[in-house]
Structures are given as structure tokens and as C-alpha cells.
């Protein structure tokens, strides 16, 4: 963990501690008590956006290990989800496994395909690996649509709805909690192994990969570790979606998808677990506030809301331009930059 | 006998339409290592520029074609120096994703001004057919190839005689070297936007003739990958060839094989080609590997 300035650490277990100082476990406990208060509060069309970020947040935590932390740019995002997606109903339409059993074994088998399409990284380094992923989506895509013996083709996979304890878990309510707790434990997941070995050899990798391999790193475990630990939590992003909606289809799992994710991790922060969540959360809420502001202008101005729809994807794109030229860090950095002003307050201080 | 050569001269069209956005897309990387997302929407800029420039305001197609041309390259500069100077030396992601925004505003614009529907106007290529022996080969897609044959040339021809077209050669040989000569970057990357553009613009005025005007036009941006992998990233030679090849592989297994392969055909030609042969046909044999 970095070092700050102001804090003094007596024990050694504060000094491993993820979140050491008082500070930050208040503001810990406050963003908990507002998850938890949170649906007995909201609608369910909050509730649906809420489950929605939870979704992504998982999906955006396991592309941000790959492409943030490992320094492996991955435009095949939308292709792992599918496999999540659809390995995850497939197993429980044809075998009749539970659906506890095909999510866990789906992020196995993710994590597995995942491997197999990081082989090319070993050879291929930058914008040759982002080509060689987005090749892999389009394959992926369109075996989704014409191996029809398998995913249906073009057809909807309808998913029988899961349940725990005799409760759908798929009503927007129920699966908040559902959500709420496999984003919870992706985040503390990612963030204790980032303290590990492996972790670290991860971050070798991007910062310098052939320094990695002089201190000991070994690339090619390294690299498909990176692969199959990222590709692990996006397939339990896709069997999530799978089992939210009980309902698969191609469509959620095109190429757009790869980069609405990587718009995420981009506006979150690169390498930030926080920035992950946010970004998830700013990317989900975008176009449904530019929804909401369509409905607004809808009386007032029809004009300008029929435009909306159209608009939003130009607003998705100046989202990217903006954070990448005046903020490359990220939302994560906004929020750290608030937090550095009242860290020593009223003392200025500014981390590296 | 008469299939094949249908399939041969759409295949061939098709992928000399490619081989423009490719070619677009290979000065843009020559000079300024950029990979560029927006290719395919700099076509869909280039169809429906022409429907505006010929079927909406009436131009005659000689200045049609013009306005079209110009316009392109007026929107590439503006790309170039409000988006990508700024951000000149940051990491590949960032770059991938800037051009990957752009072409997120480019489609909603183009969406917003002329809604997602088709359109159609009296196309300026010669309508008819031509009949060799039992083939029947539209005249449009005929024409397509020795308009794109001689605008590759033409931009072949820059490479080797301007002084832009040197100066951007040295920089993508050694762009410090080129510097220290005296060699102006920004002018150089405006210059190679510019010509993407124009490029891209020719191939979108082509495409509006032979398919039409239609959103789905910007997906053939995804197809200059397999392309100039196939032909090598800094080559325009390799885009004409890589093109062609891609463009007729499509034809043939859509014609003969049918099941959507032709899809997907081109994306596995790219992953062979980088497991095999990772610069292309004609690309530069320096590859970082790790």
C-alpha cells in the first residue's frame, strides 16, 4: 500500500490493513448503510439500475484486472460475457444442474476460454492483442448466431428463473442482494490480490514487462493467470445477467458491449477497484439520465427529445474524449484528489 | 463459370472499397502509430455526404463528389487537432479508445441528422450491365475497381514524389531523426488524417453507389483489420492486395458455402495471419514480441 503523508502506523496490522485508517472505514461503513437502506427507498426502476451497476461492476472489476492492471488490452469483453451468459443456461437447460452450480462452473469455463484466447499475448504485445481479441469477439458473436444447435442462433435462451430458499431471485428486489454481494466480493477479492505474489507480478507485467522477467516473473504463467482470473469474473458478470434476466441473447454480447466496458474502466480509472464501480455506475446511469431527460423535453421541446436517442451515443463518445485528454486517471482520481484536499486539512497536501 | 465470375467482381469491388478505408487507415499508422476505430465511420461520413451533397441539395456529381471530399477532410482536421494532438504519446489503450469515442460521436451525429433509415438517391454510376459470355456484371461494381485502383495509385504516387509524402515517411521511420531535420509533426499528422479522410470519403461515395445509403455501412470499418494485418500495417500496397484478397474470400465463401461464413471468414484469416506471420504480406518485420 502507498505510503501518506500524516499517517504513522504502530502495528503491523494496521500497516496491512486494506483500509487503515478511520477515515476511510467511516466513509466504508456510510457507502454500506446507503447499499443496505437503499431498495427499502427506491422504486423498482432504480432498483433495476442498481442491479444493472452491480452487474457491471463485477463485469468491469474483472476487465480492469486484464486490461488495468496487466496492461493487456482486451476488445473481447462481450465475448466472455457470452460465454459466462450462455454456459451458465446452457448447463441448467440441458444437464439440470442448480443454478449455484452452472454460474460457479460457467466463471470456470470462462475463465478457461479466457485462457485459451490470452495464448496470442504471449506472442502479441499492445494493438497486435487488441486485434487479435476483436477478432475473437467477432468469432465468438457469430457462433452465438449461427451455431444454432447449441446457443439457439438468433433465438432467445429462456433460463428457468433462479431461487433460493423458495424466493425468485430475480425480481429486482431479490436480486439485489444477489448482486450487491457477488460485487462486494469480486471488489475484496480484487483488492487482496493485488497484495499478493501474483498480484504484483500482474502489475510487473504492465509497468515493464521485460524488467518482470529479469526479477523472476514468469510471463507466460503470468499473463494467462491475468487472462483467467479476468475472464473468471466476467463470466460471472454473464451468468448474472443470464439468471437477472432469464432470458439470453446475442444482442448483449456484441462488440459494443467490449467497449461500453472498456468506456467504464477508461472513465473509472485504469488499475482502480473504486474506479471500476464507478465507472460502472456512470456508464449505466448515463444513458438512462438522458432517457429521463428525453421524457422531460418530451412536452417542451419534441424536437430536441427526438434527437436524444441519438445524441446519447455521441454523449457516450465525448464521455471517453473528455475523461481521456482532461482527466486520464479517471473518476477514481477525481475522488482521490477530493479526499488528498481533506486529508491533513487544513494543510495542503497532493499524493504523487 | 458464370457465378464465379459474379463473385469475382463483387468480391473485388468489395474489396477495393476495403482496401480504401485500409489504405486510410495505414497512413494514419505510418505516421502517427495511431490505430484508427473511426475508419469504417469516415465511410458512413462519406455515403451520406454524398446523399446530402448529390440527392439532397441537387449538386451535379462531379461537384457532389468534390464537396464530399472536401468536407471529410475538413471534419479529419478538426479530429486531429481537437482530439489527437492532445493526446499525442499517451499509451496504445488510450489511444484505441479515443478513436473508439470518435467513432461513437460520428455515428450519433450522422444518425441525428439523417435519421437511422436507409435512403436512396439516382446514383451516379452508370446504371446497366455488362454481359461477358453468361455472366451478367452490374457496371457500377465494374467501375468501382479502376476508381479505387487509381486513387491508391494516386496516393502510392504521394508517397514517393511529395514532400509531405517524404516527410511523412521519415517520420514514421524515425520520428526524432525526422524532427531534428526540420520536419513539422502536427503539419505531417494533418496531413495523413486528411488524406484517411479523403480516402475513406471516396470509398463512402463508391459504397452509396453500389449498396446504398445506410447506418450498417459503418460496420465495415471492423473489416480493415483483417485487412491490413493480412497486408501489413505500413503498407498501402498491402492494402490494395489485402483487400482484394479479403474482399474475394468473402465473395467465395458467401457464394459457395453459404451458413453467414463469409462473416467470419476474414476474422480467422487475421488470427492466422498473427500467429503465423504477425507483420502481413508486405508490413515491416519489426514486431514486438515478449
Known sequence: ?352 | MDIFLQLTVSGLSTGMIYALAAAGFVVIYKASDVINFTQGDLLLLGTYLIFFAIGQIGLPWSLGVLVTVLLAVAVALAIERLVLRPLIGEPIISMIMVTIGLSSILRGLVNAIWGPAPRSFDSFLPEGSVVVGPAVLSTGRLLSIPIALAVLAALGLFFRHTRDGIAMRAIADDQQAALSMGISIPRVFGVAWALAAASAAIGGIMLAGVVGVSPNVASIGLRVFPVVILGGLDSIKGAVIGGAIIGLLEAYTGGYVGHGLNLVVPYGVLILVLMVRPYGLFGKEIIERV
Open chain 1, 1 to 352: 500500500m502507498s505510503l501518506e503523508c500524516g499517517v504513522f502506523h504502530t502495528r503491523y496490522e494496521s500497516d496491512m490493513g486494506l483500509r487503515p485508517r478511520p477515515a476511510q472505514r467511516i466513509r466504508l461503513a456510510a457507502f454500506a448503510v446507503f447499499v443496505l437502506v437503499f431498495p427499502f427507498l427506491a422504486g423498482p426502476y432504480w432498483l433495476d439500475l442498481a442491479n444493472q451497476i452491480a452487474i457491471a461492476t463485477v463485469g468491469a472489476i474483472g476487465l480492469n484486472i486484464l486490461v488495468g492492471y496487466t496492461g493487456q488490452i482486451s476488445l473481447g469483453q462481450g465475448a466472455f460475457m457470452a460465454i459466462g451468459a450462455y454456459s451458465a443456461g446452457l448447463l441448467t437447460l440441458n444437464l439440470g444442474l442448480p443454478w449455484g452450480v452452472s454460474i460457479a462452473l460457467a466463471c470456470v469455463i470462462t475463465a478457461v476460454a479466457g485462457s485459451f484466447f490470452g495464448l496470442p499475448s504471449l506472442r502479441l504485445k499492445g494493438l497486435y492483442l487488441a486485434i487479435a481479441t476483436l477478432a475473437a469477439q467477432e468469432i465468438v458473436e457469430w457462433a452465438m448466431t449461427h451455431w444454432t444447435a447449441v446457443t439457439g442462433g438468433t433465438e432467445a435462451i429462456v433460463v428457468p428463473a433462479p431461487r433460493l430458499f423458495g424466493v425468485r431471485l430475480n425480481s429486482t428486489f431479490a436480486f439485489y442482494w444477489f448482486g450487491v454481494a457477488m460485487a462486494a466480493g469480486t471488489a475484496l477479492f480484487a483488492a487482496n490480490l493485488f497484495r499478493t505474489r501474483m498480484g504484483r507480478a500482474f502489475v510487473a507485467v504492465r509497468d515493464q514487462d521485460i524488467a518482470a522477467s529479469v526479477i523472476g516473473v514468469n510471463l507466460f504463467r503470468t499473463k494467462l493467470m491475468a487472462f483467467a482470473t479476468s475472464s473468471f469474473f466476467v463470466g460471472l458478470a454473464g451468468a448474472m445477467i443470464a439468471y437477472y434476466r432469464t432470458i439470453i441473447t446475442w444482442e448483449r454480447f456484441t462488440l459494443d458491449t467490449s467497449i461500453v466496458y472498456l468506456a467504464m474502466i477508461i472513465v473509472g480509472g485504469l488499475g482502480s477497484i473504486r474506479g471500476s464501480f464507478f465507472g460502472a455506475a456512470l456508464i449505466t446511469l448515463l444513458p438512462a439520465l438522458i432517457a429521463n431527460a428525453g421524457r422531460a423535453l418530451q412536452d417542451t421541446a419534441p424536437v430536441v427529445a427526438g434527437l436524444l436517442p441519438y445524441a446519447q451515443q455521441a454523449v457516450f463518445g465525448v464521455v471517453i474524449i473528455l475523461f481521456l485528454i482532461f482527466e486520464p486517471k479517471g473518476l477514481s482520481k477525481l475522488w482521490g484528489n477530493v479526499k488528498d484536499y481533506f486529508h491533513v486539512w487544513p494543510f495542503a497536501y497532493r499524493r504523487g
